[in-house]
């Protein structure tokens, strides 16, 4: 098994709601991503999880809230977003060996209204 | 800073043409590259990856890529394209597992049947 499964496919949220975006691997990778990639641009990395601790933070604002409740798990948490976040949310994991290719999932379409 | 490069942003073809796509990459080290195709409304897919060894690497669909060290270049070819390879192509980057995976701005490939 080589997916890597996202929930929801597409989200319309506004503003004011709290919504959260999940991922999931069986692969026992232990390091997960979160992207963002808006319409004809790269994607681009929030958050990196390493054996479920967070290492990387790209500097992405509070209101997204990454949380890794165990290896196969990752969540974003998302509260008072603005419109310009809306974009393609990409999760990724990858292998512990450092010769190794990420694996997306098909990302959850989100819109703020 | 670490960054991916890539020249190209929009290559229109006619079927059967050769393809190349460039890709730079800034020194960083050891790299892991990877060449990933996003077709249209699809999620990120691997084409193919080099860590090490033959630097020219062959991937899935007729794809390979020639990984040259002294020009930081890990360029993208295919002897005769397709229509169906009408998509998005990244270039990416990575200096170990849990690291960041750096995408180069990426190129439309556009095949006219």
């Known amino acids: 098994d080589t997916e890597v499964t996202q929930t929801p496919k597409h989200l319309v949220m506004g503003m004011t709601n709290k919504k959260s975006l999940k991922c999931e691997q069986h692969m026992g990778h232990r390091a997960m991503y979160w992207y963002k990639q808006k319409a004809k641009k790269p994607p681009e990395l929030m958050f990196v999880y390493s054996y479920e601790k967070l290492s990387i933070n790209e500097s992405v604002p509070s209101r997204f809230s990454p949380e890794c409740p165990n290896s196969s798990l990752l969540n974003l948490h998302l509260h008072a977003l603005q419109p310009e976040d809306s974009a393609l949310y990409l999760c990724a994991s990858q292998g512990r060996t450092v010769h190794t290719e990420a694996f997306f999932g098909q990302g959850t379409r989100l819109t703020v209204v | 800073a670490q960054s991916v490069s890539q020249h190209n942003h929009h290559v229109i073809l006619s079927e059967a043409a050769s393809l190349e796509l460039g890709c730079n990459y800034s020194y960083g080290g050891t790299v892991n590259l990877f060449w990933y195709v996003q077709y249209p409304g699809q999620h990120l897919q691997l084409l193919l990856k080099?860590?090490?060894?033959?630097?020219l690497v062959k991937g899935i669909k007729g794809f390979e890529a020639e990984f040259i060290k002294s020009k930081f270049s890990f360029n993208l070819r295919k002897p005769s394209v397709q229509w169906s390879d009408t998509a998005e192509y990244f270039c990416?980057?990575?200096?170990?597992?849990?690291?960041?995976?750096?995408f180069g701005s990426g190129t439309r490939l556009s095949i006219r049947p």
């Open positions: 080099y860590f090490s060894g033959d630097p």
């Open positions: 990416a980057v990575s200096y170990s597992s849990a690291s960041k995976i750096i």
